[in-house]
């Protein structure tokens, strides 16, 4: 099936630096989604984006909506261990209780 | 309970086998989701019921792919003759159709097919 591209594919960093990862789509989405995923659970919703141009905070994440709708951005600031996991965009043609596409998810190691 | 659950949490069956998976939703959510998601990647949709409508299938793989969701609540999908690569983890998610109509997740079902 359809998956977005998102990258960096995995990131190793110390705590307390800043992390950066996005999304981009060939296709339009009017809903982009964040999630983390812990090992063994299903993911969590971090931050949703509904307008194309939004920027959205939550702690001490923020997330950004492109522009052109076919793009996403996630920052995390001074990371903590409890950052560790798997992130994953996810984008909604509508937001109505609609199939979410994925993308292919970050891994984000903390280094000690 | 307060979020959706899964059973099994971990499924190991022989290729060849028919296996069915559970999931039971937040209560009072209308929506429920199937997903898919193979080591290292991310999440395949399979299958999403709204209501009483008729369910979107478009995600499942094969035709050994089938999913009920009984008196608009649990939900189960069913693999037969499962094949090695049907290995991975099977999410279901639901959500509700007022207001925040966010998809929450259950922590999964691990099949693995030896």
């Known amino acids: 099936g359809q998956q977005l591209n998102q990258s960096p594919q995995s990131m190793f960093i110390q705590e307390g630096e800043d992390v950066s990862m996005n999304c981009t789509s060939s296709?339009?989405?009017?809903?982009w989604l964040w999630y983390k995923q812990d090992p063994g659970e299903g993911p969590v919703l971090l931050i949703a984006?509904?307008?194309?141009?939004e920027l959205t905070s939550n702690g001490r994440l923020t997330a950004q909506f492109g522009i052109t709708r076919k793009d996403s951005f996630l920052n995390i600031s001074a990371s903590i261990p409890s950052d560790v996991g798997i992130y994953f965009c996810a984008g909604l043609v509508n937001f109505g209780n609609e199939k979410l596409t994925f993308g292919t998810g970050t891994r984000l190691t903390i280094i000690p | 309970g307060a979020g959706v659950s899964q059973s099994p949490s971990n499924k190991v069956t022989e290729k060849g086998k028919d296996v069915e998976l559970r999931c039971d939703p937040i209560s009072g959510h209308t929506a429920l989701y199937w997903y898919r998601q193979s080591l290292g990647q991310g999440l395949e949709f399979l299958i999403y019921f709204q209501g009483n409508s008729a369910p979107d299938k478009s995600g499942l793989p094969s035709d050994r792919f089938s999913a009920e969701r009984t008196g608009g609540s649990v939900s189960t999908l069913t693999i037969q003759r499962t094949q090695q690569e049907d290995s991975a983890v099977y999410l279901c998610?639901?959500?509700?159709?007022?207001?925040?109509?966010?998809?929450?997740f259950g922590p999964g079902t691990r099949l693995l097919v030896l």
């Open positions: 984006l509904y307008k194309a141009g």
């Open positions: 296709s339009i989405f009017n809903t």
């Open positions: 998610a639901s959500s509700s159709t007022g207001g925040e109509k966010t998809q929450y």
